[in-house]
C-alpha cells in the first residue's frame, strides 16, 4: 500500500489541472507517459539494488559504494536538506487547507498539531510509521479509484441521467496538443514532481519484512501504478474537462479537476471531500519526511558521513536524534516563511526543487556501476534476488532523460529575449548546492572514484 500511494499527491490533486491547460490532453498525457517510463526505470534499478543490499541509506550508500564517496556524501546531505524542506513545504500547504473549514484559526496552531503527530508516529516505531502511512494511502488509493469509476460512469452517461459526456474534450479547440513541444516539455518538469518520492520504498527496505520477497513486489507495481493513477485518470479528467476550463489554471481545492468531476457528478460536498483528502495526502508526504531523513541521516553516520550522534537508535529501533534534527530543520523553515515577505523560505525551497531529478539521476548511475561491478567482480547476475529488466538501456535512459530535464528546467528564461538572471538563479539553484556538497568533500577528503573490481560487494553481508 506504500508503494501504491507513493506516487499519489497534491500533483495529480491539483497539479493536474494546469498541466492540461498548458499543453493540453495530448501533451499531458505524453509528459507522464515518458516521465512514468524514466520513472519504471529508475525503480526497477532501486529494487535490483534494494533486494540485494537493503539498507536505509539507499542512495548515498550506493553512490558511496559503487560510485564515489563524495557523491554519496553530496546524495545523502541533499536528499535529508530537500526532505527537510519538504516537510517545512507540507506544513505550509496543511494550514493552507485547514483554514478552508477555520478561516480565522491561527496557523501556528495547525502546523504544531500536525508535526506533533507526525512526530508521535514516527517515535513510536517504524510499525507507527508504516501505520500512518498504510492508511494515508488508503484514502488517496480509494479516491482515485472511486474518481476512476463515477468518471467512466459519466463519460457514457450512465450516472445521475447525464448526457453521455463522450470524447469531444479531448478535441477541443487546439486540443490534444496545445502550445506544441515547448508546451510539452513545460509538463515534462510538472510530471517529474508528481513522481518524486516513489524512491522512498528503497529507503523502506532497510526495514523490510523479508526485503528480497516484499520490494520487487512492490516495484513491479510501479508500472500498473503509473497507468492507473496517473494515466487513467488524466485520460478521464480530459475527456470530461476540457483545457479552456478556465478553472484548471488555478492550483487550489476548488479548481481541482477531481472537485469539478465529483461536483457535476452531483456529490455537493465534493469541495470539502477533496480538501480533505489532500490534506491526507499532505500528511502522508510529511511522514514520509520525518521517517526518510531520519533513516538517510542514520545510514551516513554510520558511514561516517554524519555525525556518530545520528548513528544511535533507542529500543524501539527509531533514530531519535536524526529524526528531532530533522523536525527541528523542518519547524525553522516553516517559521522562516514568516519572516519578511516570505524571501528566505523561497529561497530555500528553490534551492531542493531539482533535487527530486538528482536523485534519480544517481539511483540511474548507482545501478549501472553496481552491475558492471558484480559482473567484474566474477558475480553470475543470475544469483541476483532480483533483476531489472533493459539493463543498460533502462539506467542510460533514466540518466538521460534526468539530466535534460535538470538542464533545461527554467528554458522560458532564456527563450523570452530578456533573461530574467534572478529567476534563473532560483530555478538552478539547487545543482550548486548539490556540486558544493560533493566538490567540498571531496577536496577534503580527497576521494577518487572507485575501480569496479574495488567497490565493496559482499554477497554474505546482505544475503545472510
Known sequence: MIALGGTIGTGVFLGSGPAIQTAGPGGVLVAYGIIGIMVYFVMTGLGELATFMPTSGSISTYATRFIDPALGFAFGWNYWLSWAMTLAAELSASVLLMKYWFPDSPSLLWSGLFLA????????????????EYWFSFIKVATIIIFIVVGNLMIFGIMNGHQPAGFQNFTVGDAPFVGGFIGTLGIFLVAGFSFSGTECIGVAAGESEDPVKNIPRAIRSVFWRILLFYILALLIISFLVPYTNESLQNSTVMASPFTIVFKRAGLALAASVMNAVI????????????????????????????????????????????????????????????????TIYLWLMNSVGVTTFI???????????????????????????????????????AFVVCLVILIAQDYQGFTSGHIDWMGVIAAYLGIPVFLAFWIGFKFIKKTKVIPLEECKIDVKEFQS
Open 279 to 342: 490534506l491526507t495526502s499532505v500528511l502522508s508526504a510529511g511522514n514520509g519526511c520525518l521517517y526518510v531523513t531520519s533513516r538517510i541521516m542514520y545510514a551516513m553516520a554510520q558511514e561516517g558521513q554524519a555525525p556518530r550522534i545520528f548513528a544511535k537508535v533507542n529500543k524501539r529501533g527509531v533514530p531519535v536524534a536524526a529524526l528531532v534534527a530533522t523536525t527541528f530543520v523542518g519547524m525553522l523553515a516553516f517559521l522562516a516563511s514568516f519572516v519578511g515577505d516570505g
Open 359 to 397: 536523485f534519480w539521476l544517481g539511483i540511474a548511475a548507482s545501478h549501472y556501476r553496481f552491475r558492471k561491478a558484480y559482473v567484474a567482480q566474477g558475480h553470475s547476475i543470475k544469483d541476483l534476488p532480483y533483476r531489472a529488466k533493459w539493463y543498460p538501456f533502462g539506467p542510460i535512459f
Open 117 to 132: 503527530f507526525l512526530f508521535f508516529l514516527n517515535v513510536l516505531s517504524v510499525k507507527g510509521f508504516g501505520e500512518g
